[in-house]
C-alpha cells in the first residue's frame, strides 16, 4: 500500500495542532484586477484565467491533462481576520452563518473553485470558470472526479431557488 | 454589497506570502483509530461520524443544518513534508503527479471530503460518509450546492473506469 512506503509522523506521538501553515504552490492569474465584478462562482463563469504552478513543483502536475476540471484550492489573502461568524451572502439579504455560505469572509479563509482544465503547458494551466481575484495564491490542485465528487438529491438550504449569476 | 462592508488588506500594499497559516476550527471523530481500513473516498464510505466545531465558532454553523451535504477542508497531520511530486495512487500501479490523484501525500496536505450531514446539535455535525482519520483537524466546512459544484460530462483522466470501493 502507499500508505506504507511514505513518511509519516508517528500515530501515538499526534499533538493536536494550534496552528498549520502551508507554503503557495501556485499562482492564479485572472483579468480581475480589483474586488468588483468577479463572477460569485465558477460554475457561473465564463472567464478564463490561467494557474502558474511554481517551477519546484512542476512534475506533480503530471498525468492532470486527461483530467477536464481541477479542485482548486486558494487563500482569499485580503481578508483581514478575525472575520464575523454570520455574514449576508449575495444571494440572500439576511445574515446566515459563514459555514452556511460560501462567502470568502471566514475564520480561515479558504477559497474552494472547480475550474475547467483547457490546457497545460508546462508549469502553466489554462483554465475556464474563473471567480478569484488575480494574484490569488494557490494551496493545492485536485482532479475532479465525477464518481467521487457529485452528490444527486441535494437539499440546498437556504439558496434553494436562489441561485443566479451574480458579481461581486 | 457585503464585500464593502467587511475589513480587507488593502490591495496595492499586497504582498505575495511565503506561508499562510490557519488555526483549526474544529476536529473530525471517526471510527478510524489507525491507518489502515479507512475507505479511500467519501463518495464509496458508509461509516458515521461526527466534527465537533470548537465552541467558539459555534454562532457560524447558522442554517448550516438545511443543507444535506458540505464540503469538509482538513489537514492530513501525519504527513511528513517534503513528500515525492509523483507517487502512485490506491486505484493504479503507475505513477502519477501528486495533483493528478488525491493522495494525503501532497506539498500542502490538505483533505477534501463530502460528507452527508445526518443532524446538526448545538456545536457538533453528525455526519456519513467518513474517510478520515480519528482527530483530523478541521480548517473549513462550506455548504455543498449540487448548482454551484456539479459538473456534467466531466473527463476523469486516469481514473476512467476504474473506481471502486477500496480501503487504505
Redesign the interface.
Known sequence: ???EK????E?NR?A??????????G?ILTPFK??KGIPI???ISKVKGRIE?FKD?E?????????????C?Y?F????LP????????LDNTK?????????????P?G?S?F?ILQIKKNVIDILGVDVLD?T?V?????????????????????NGK?KYKE?
Open positions: 500500500m502507499e500508505i511514505k513518511k509519516l509522523y500515530l499526534r493536536f495542532p494550534d496552528e498549520i501553515c502551508f507554503k503557495p504552490i499562482i480589483t474586488l462562482q465558477s460554475s504552478i513543483y512534475n506533480a502536475l503530471k498525468d492532470l491533462e486527461k483530467f477536464s476540471h481541477i479542485y484550492i487563500h489573502d485580503l481578508i483581514k472575520v464575523p461568524l454570520q455574514s449576508k451572502p449575495f446566515k452563518g459563514v459555514f452556511a455560505i460560501r462567502t470568502p469572509f471566514r475564520p480561515n479558504i474552494l472547480i475547467e494574484k495564491p494551496l493545492d490542485i485536485k482532479p475532479y472526479v465525477s464518481e467521487f465528487d457529485h452528490r444527486s438529491q441535494t437539499k440546498n438550504g437556504w439558496l441561485v461581486s
